[in-house]
């Protein structure tokens, strides 16, 4: 989302040492914004040989998830409060072949995710409110961050933050527990965004 879409395909490369590139879907309806869908991610498919990261910020993502899963991403998340039926829609996902991922807004808390961690490879927890990009990190989430550690304990479920994540606070959060960072506007704002993600790992192996 924080790409320039006028020239993709040089951005792609500017960020050819990330291990994902996030894809952020926006409906204009669970979310205030509306991103892109199929094509565009085709598009960056063509582009590009990096695993994706497909983050669906829709209602019902459980009707869309046969056509984001035929991209073959490494991830497919959904959110908390976006869908009724929770556990149905995460088993789905892997029925597809693809490793499932649910997303926490700020203000969810994380009662809910211990009915469903068996059915999980992957918890987001969102540290803006979503649906744009360049965002402040909201402090309080350095908590919840820790909570969520403790509850998935030895678990091999992967714990990924968004909104505001950049080098300023990627120490903080890799010692509060996060294995997997998400960071857009500070990436492809960098100079060189490959040296900023080796920064970003080196903090992440400190942390």
Not at 21 to 42: C, E, K, Q, R
Not at 151 to 178: F, H, K, R, S, T
Request: charged share 20%; glycine share 8%.
């Amino acid at each position: 989302m924080a790409a320039d879409f006028c020239h993709i395909n040089t951005e792609l490369e500017r960020v050819s040492g990330a291990d994902l590139l996030h894809i952020d879907v926006m409906d204009g309806s669970y979310v205030p914004n509306i991103s892109f869908g199929p094509p565009v991610i085709a598009a960056v498919r063509r582009c590009s040989q990096l695993p994706l990261d497909i983050h669906l910020m829709v209602q019902n993502p459980e009707r869309h998830l046969a056509t984001f899963a035929a991209f073959k991403p490494e991830f497919l998340t959904v959110h908390y409060e976006a869908t009724v039926h929770l556990q149905r829609t995460l088993s789905k996902i892997r029925e597809l072949g693809i490793k499932a991922g649910v997303a926490l807004n700020p203000h969810t808390p994380l009662d809910g995710l211990k009915y469903v961690l068996s059915d999980l490879d992957l918890i987001l927890i969102m540290t803006v409110n979503p649906g744009y990009g360049g965002q402040e990190f909201i402090p309080a989430m350095y908590d919840k961050i820790r909570e969520c550690r403790d509850m998935v304990g030895d678990l091999p479920i992967e714990l990924q933050v968004d909104g505001g994540v950049g080098l300023a606070n990627a120490a903080e959060l890799a010692e509060a527990g996060v294995t997997n960072f998400v960071a857009g506007t500070a990436i492809f704002q960098a100079d060189n965004p490959n040296c900023y993600m080796d920064e970003m790992r080196a903090c992440w192996r400190k942390g």
